[in-house]
Antibody
Framework: EVQLVESGGGLVQPGGSLRLSCAASGFTFSSYEMNWVRQAPGKGLEWVSYISSSGSTIYYADSVKGRFTISRDNAKNSLYLQMNSLRAEDTAVYYC??????????WGQGTLVTVSS | AIQLTQSPSSLSASVGDRVTITCRASQGISSALAWYQQKPGKAPKLLIYDASSLESGVPSRFSGSGSGTDFTLTISSLQPEDFATYYCQQFNSYPHAITFGQGTRLEIK
């Protein structure tokens, strides 16, 4: 069974940093592209970032470019999102997502990031 | 960037009703469209991919159609568990980007 389990969310002050993790199991992690998608409270879904299976190709949404860094450790079956210079508008539930063909068949349960003073 | 516009934004319907939600893309995306269902506090669930392919395990009362810029999600006979928010998503420009519609909230009348 495919499982994606996010962790690392919490309360952080504006301008602060946070690192999210996603532990993957039930599939060959190193063979799959991965993404982060977020959802602000009461709002819609927003794609954040993509990383190829090897980690060599990365893309970001304009709203996070230059502030967020996606990475992965295939030996540890883990996906990461380093978030710097956090803003109030980054407050959201962050989902780890597997989307090898562009549509997301598997989602994690999400981790809440709250940016507030 | 490709934008998706869903209509309506909200909808009230009764159990047994036939419901249609539309999604319009700002430019042609072929059949690179998916539909998701999301219930409060839960992650979205994939219903339809490639505009009309039913995801495994999803009831056959859900169907999708369309190509190019205009797409529809139809629920043929609403069940109590179908009351949720529905999102369309385009992946024509994947992996450079994916975008979602703003969502359609389906409520019980």
């Amino acid at each position: 069974e495919v499982q994606l389990v996010e962790s690392g969310g919490g309360l952080v002050q504006p301008g602060g940093s946070l690192r999210l993790s996603c532990a993957a199991s039930g599939f060959t992690f190193s063979s799959y592209e991965m993404n982060w998608v977020r959802q602000a409270p009461g709002k819609g879904l927003e794609w954040v970032s993509y990383i190829s299976s090897s980690g060599s190709t990365i893309y970001y949404a304009d709203s996070v470019k230059g502030r967020f860094t996606i990475s992965r450790d295939n030996a540890k079956n883990s996906l990461y999102l380093q978030m710097n210079s956090l803003r109030a508008e980054d407050t959201a539930v962050y989902y780890c997502a597997r989307a090898p063909d562009g549509y997301i068949a598997y989602w994690g349960q999400g981790t809440l990031v709250t940016v507030s003073s | 960037a490709i934008q998706l516009t869903q209509s309506p934004s909200s909808l009230s319907a009764s159990v047994g009703d036939r419901v249609t939600i539309t999604c319009r893309a700002s430019q042609g995306i072929s059949s690179a469209l998916a539909w998701y269902q999301q219930k409060p506090g839960k992650a979205p669930k994939l219903l339809i991919y490639d505009a009309s392919s039913l995801e495994s395990g999803v009831p056959s009362r859900f169907s999708g159609s369309g190509s190019g810029t205009d797409f529809t999600l139809t629920i043929s006979s609403l069940q109590p568990e179908d009351f949720a928010t529905y999102y369309c998503q385009q992946f024509n420009s994947y992996p450079h980007a994916i975008t979602f519609g703003q969502g359609t909230r389906l409520e019980i009348k």
